[in-house]
Every structure is written in C-alpha cells, then in structure tokens.
C-alpha cells in the first residue's frame, strides 16, 4: 500500500480518523458525510478533556502504584514474609508489572468493543479486591495471587482504557494530552512512595492497604464518570468476538507496529532498572531506610514533567524525534551521573535527572502506539500487540539485573557497575529501534537516518 509523506504536525496523514473521516474520500457516500458532520471535533471537545481528567486518575492508580511498589520487597522481607530470600519476594513486584502490561493485549481488544466504562468497572473490582485482600494475607501465596495476579490485571484493564479512551480524542495534541494523563502515574508514584512507608509505622499494614485501597476507588469512581471514547465513523465491528484477539499478533505483520514494538521491548528492559536498584544501592552504601527510600521520591516528582513535556514537544517537533532524544538522554545520565558518581550526591542528582529523562516511558509509548495505528477504532488491539511484546521485558530484566548485581565487586569503587552499564546498553538498542520505527513508518525503511517532523 503507498505511504503517504507525514505532516508537518507530526501525526503523519495514517494518524487515526484524518483519512478515515475525510468527507472527500467518500464523496457518494451522503450518510457518511453526515455522521462526519456530526462527530465532535478533535483536540477542541469538551468531552475530551474530561476524558484527560479521567485517564489522569487511571494512570494515578494503576502506573502510579506499580512505580511505587518498590517500598513493598523491603517490608514484606522484614514482616510477613521475613522467612523468604530477596529472590523469593522480588516476584511478587515483578510478576505484578508484568502482568499489568500483559493485561494490556487481553483488554486491548475488550476495549475496541465495549468501551472504556465496562473494562473500568471491571478493572477497579479487580484492583480495589486484590489490595483488600492483600491487606489481609498473611502467607506468601495470599499475597502473591492477591497483588501479583488480581491487583495487576485490575491496573492492566485500568491502563488499557484510560490511555485508549484519551488517544481517540486527540489528533494534533494527542502528545499533550497523553503526557497530561501520565503525569498521574507520577503523582501518583510520588504520594504513594512518600506516604505509604510512613502509614505503615503509624496505622499498620493491614489498614494502610485499606486506605491505599478506599482511595483507588473513590479515584475511579470519577474516571468511571469522566472517561469516555470520542464516536467513530465507522463503527465497531459486530462480528463474534474470538480468542485470537487477546493474542493480536497478526498486527506485527505491519512494519512499523513490530519495530515499534522491539524498540519498546529494549526500552523497557532497561529503564526500570534505575527505580528498583537506586535504593538497594543507597542502603548497600550506608544511607538509612528512609534517605534511600527518598530518592524514589525524587525521582518520581521530577518525572511529573518528564511525562508531560514530551508529549508537548512532540507535537511540535515529532514524536518518534523526541522519544529518541529522551532515551538518549537517559543513557548519558547512566553513564555520566550513575556510573561515574556513585555517591550520595551523585545518587540524588542521577534520581532527579533521570526522572525527569525516563518520564516517557509511560505518556510517548502510547502515543507512538495511536501514531502507527491506522483505524482508532482498533487502537486498543494495537496497543495491545506492542505490549505484548514488552512484557517479558519487565519480567527478565530483574533477574538479569541481581545476577549482574551479584557478580560486581563488592569492595570495588561501584559493585553495581554491570548492573548500570546493563541498562545503558538495553536502552541504547532501544533507540536503534525507534529510529528503525520511525523510518519504517515514513515509508524509507533502508534509510534510517532520513528526518522529519515524527
């Protein structure tokens, strides 16, 4: 099928509903035209901002509680689950993200069908019951299938429709929009890692999860009443739903959806590694619980603007250009700031920046995921078929990154080096694939190195 050149906004004319809702492309079509005249407009409507103030809620309690689980491995390995090793409890974090992002391609496809409010609805049962059922586990498989299982699909189905639901409304700001949504996971991370430890010491373990929990679901209660998908021209299909659809892998066929999506499985490989090893790192050097546990909240206030910007920036600028400057970005504080400085400065100065530079790993890949999606009517299976992809990465890269942490020197200058020099080169692999992505989506694919506004 030809490619069309991309415009200037950075959407590219492919960008869902421009060529679809185009009146001129179906001039005969008088019923057509009609329905067209009557959808609300793109990136002006109402209706789409308060869809943004319910994905700012999802992304609140579904991305904001997964950043923030980090405080759990030290708590459960000193409480509830103080006869297991460090291995044995980091699953249950681990297994959590990635099921979250496996829950993206089983509601992917749901959400193309029956809309945000169901998957919502089915989401908070899920999320608000598994943390009630955390807050009374006692043994290690209670908590897992509590948190690990139930919880972690419930934030899956909560992601899927709060992101989905906002890109539909959105065409030239949909950057913007998506970065406004993600800076909800960061607020989110912030208030969770700053006040969580601290309602542990003073109200308990089982009541702080029921206060996590009752205000998760006040939270949704407003997405649920906000969060809505902007109407297509073409409707949704009515054929019988099947199976296949939750494993959307025939969209990988497509050349810039399958190097997105390998692009995103390095990205993700390394760029968590920083959140869960900044603070082992910083209690392995001497910092008390509470000072390494800050640096989690340093980095996830900064990255409040590191998920907003970007989305601004490529709107303007191009969205594949500016996830590419990002990364590399985040690869230089790696290398310069956490490899060269491993001190307590040094640590405090890499979480500050590197929240700021990872920010767009939650508000760009959606955004690059509506670009390459040619029908928004099918956002929410492509979104599923790239994180499909992704979710193994979050799954490995723990247990690479203890063995490499384990097989550092622990009287060197920097155990941790091989460990951090890990996560550079997984996201610098990533950046081959973004720039692959993008040149597979403006339709030069030999060319890599050829620019323009995406």
């Known amino acids: 099928m030809p490619l069309h050149p991309p ?13 679809a809702e185009t009146p001129a492309s179906n001039p005969r079509n008088h019923d057509a035209d009609l329905i067209l005249d ?55 974090p681990s297994v959590e993200t ?39 586990g006692q043994t290690y498989g209670q908590i897992f299938a509590a948190q690990s299982v139930v919880s972690a699909m419930g934030t899956g189905a909560i992601f899927v429709a709060g992101t989905s639901a906002v890109g539909t409304w959105f065409q030239a700001r949909r950057g913007l929009a998506l970065g406004l ?17 601290v309602l542990f010491d003073r109200i308990g373990f089982p009541w702080t999860m029921r206060a996590v929990a009752l205000t998760y679901f006040m939270l949704m209660v407003v997405a649920i009443l906000t969060t809505t998908r902007r109407p297509q021209a073409t409707p949704p299909s009515r054929a019988p739903f099947r199976v296949s659809q939750l494993v959307p892998v025939s969209l990988l066929r497509s050349g810039p959806v399958l190097t997105l999506a390998v692009a995103c499985f390095f990205y993700f490989l390394g760029v968590f590694i920083p959140y869960n090893y900044m603070v082992v790192e910083a209690q392995d050097a001497g910092d008390g619980e509470q000072a390494a546990n800050n ?22 600028y191009g969205r594949f250009n500016t996830t590419i400057a990002f990364t590399f970005f985040s690869i230089l504080l790696v290398l310069c700031v956490w490899i060269a400085a491993p001190w307590r400065a040094g640590r405090i100065a890499f979480a500050a920046l590197y929240g700021f530079g990872s920010g767009t790993f939650v508000s760009m890949v959606p955004t690059l995921i509506a670009q390459v999606c040619p029908d928004m009517s099918k956002l929410g299976l492509y979104l599923g078929a790239v994180y499909l992809i992704i979710a193994p990465s979050v799954l490995i890269a723990q247990p690479v990154a203890g063995v490499l942490a384990e097989a550092g020197n622990k009287n060197g200058r920097d155990p941790y080096v091989w460990l951090k020099v890990f996560c550079a080169l997984a996201m610098a692999v990533g950046i081959v694939g973004f720039i692959a992505a993008r040149a597979s989506y403006q339709g030069h694919a030999r060319n890599l190195f050829v620019g323009g506004k995406d």
């Open 7 to 19: 415009t200037p906004d950075g959407a590219g004319v492919r960008d869902a509903g421009k060529v």
């Open 38 to 92: 009557n959808l609300p407009p793109f990136d002006k409507s109402p209706r789409g901002w308060l869809a943004v103030v319910g994905g700012f809620a999802c992304l609140f309690v579904s991305f904001g509680w997964i950043t923030c689980i980090g405080v759990f491995q030290a708590y459960y390995s000193t409480h509830q689950l103080r006869d297991y090793n460090a291995s044995t409890v980091g699953w249950i």
């Open 98 to 136: 990635f099921l979250l992002f496996l829950g993206v391609p089983i509601f992917g496809g749901l959400f193309d069908r029956l809309g945000p409010t169901i998957i919502l609805i089915i989401g908070t049962v899920l999320h608000v019951g598994g943390l009630l059922g955390v807050a009374n």
């Open 181 to 197: 949504v993600s800076a909800g996971s960061a607020l989110g991370a912030v208030i969770g890692t700053a006040v969580i430890p």
């Open 295 to 316: 640096l989690l909240v340093i980095l996830s206030a900064t990255s409040t603007v590191g998920r907003v910007m970007p989305g601004w920036l490529g709107d303007r």
